[in-house]
């Protein structure tokens, strides 16, 4: 699978912010850090179609970090909790600046492969719900990104207006003179602390009817359609059995 999406920084910085494991987490839905160690990530990932949830717990490992060439490879190994279906992903993703130089491409190519329920759907449901996932990541992170980018905003703003002396809103530090001392006193502003924007919250679990709905449906109404056919054959052919045995005794 190929997907892409856009960055609101320089790659310089792009790059920092992505290898930030457990700092971009929650742009991702359903995903759990649980440790990382610099190089290995434990975590979970949990899934819901329809009345269904199945939660993964696995793995990933960066296997190549080359920040010269800004490519990153990673490996992802999971296994359900609760059942025996599995999934395992190599991920290749590659920076490049913008034309404006004020944002950065990234690139992702994904090897995956899933067992169990998840694989009914087809690779059609899987490419579409990797897009979608991608997407909203993207959205998420951009999100998290101009919100750290606010933040140091009204911290320098609140630092250099604490510099044009104590106001009632910005208690002062006073420093008294010792007795007999020819010194003044020394007043130094507080300046108020600005608190950063949360990040964006993981969403509980990746619902996939309501990523891809429609897809999905593609998938399960010919099957309920072929159902009911047969259903509606078989019923037609028991009447027809039915109607020559009665035809027989007589």
């Known amino acids: 699978m190929d997907h892409s999406f856009t960055v609101p920084v320089p790659p310089d910085r792009a790059w920092d912010v992505l290898l930030d494991v457990e700092g971009i987490a929650p742009c991702m839905p359903g995903a759990t850090v649980d440790e990382f160690d610099g190089e290995v990530v434990t975590g979970r990932i949990k899934v819901k179609v329809g009345p269904v949830s199945l939660t993964y717990r696995g793995t990933a490992k960066f296997i190549e970090r080359d920040p010269a060439a800004q490519v990153v490879v990673m490996e992802a190994s999971g296994k359900e909790t609760r059942g025996a279906g599995t999934a395992s992903a190599t991920v290749r993703a590659s920076l490049e600046p913008e034309a404006s130089g004020e944002a950065t491409r990234v690139t992702m190519h994904t090897?995956?492969?899933?067992?169990g329920r998840p694989a009914q759907f087809g690779?059609?449901?899987m490419v579409e719900v990797g897009g979608k996932l991608v997407e909203k990541f993207a959205e998420n992170l951009a999100q998290l990104i101009s919100g750290d980018g606010a933040a140091a905003a009204d911290g320098a703003t609140a630092a250099d207006s604490s510099t044009d002396g104590?106001?009632?809103?910005?208690?002062?530090?006073?420093?008294?003179?010792?007795?007999?001392?020819?010194?003044?006193?020394?007043?130094?502003?507080?300046?108020?602390?600005a608190s950063a924007p949360p990040a964006p919250q993981s969403d509980d679990s990746i619902n996939l009817v309501?990523?891809?709905?429609?897809?999905?449906?593609?998938?399960?109404?010919?099957?309920?359609?072929?159902?009911?056919?047969?259903?509606l054959l078989s019923w037609r052919l028991r009447q027809v059995f039915s109607r020559r045995e009665r035809g027989q005794k007589e």
């Open 166 to 193: 104590a106001s009632a809103s910005q208690p002062a530090a006073t420093a008294e003179a010792g007795p007999g001392s020819t010194e003044p006193s020394v007043v130094i502003p507080v300046a108020s602390t």
């Open 111 to 115: 090897t995956m492969n899933v067992t």
């Open 123 to 125: 690779r059609g449901v």
């Open 210 to 231: 309501r990523l891809v709905g429609p897809a999905i449906l593609k998938r399960v109404i010919p099957v309920a359609v072929g159902a009911t056919v047969l259903a």
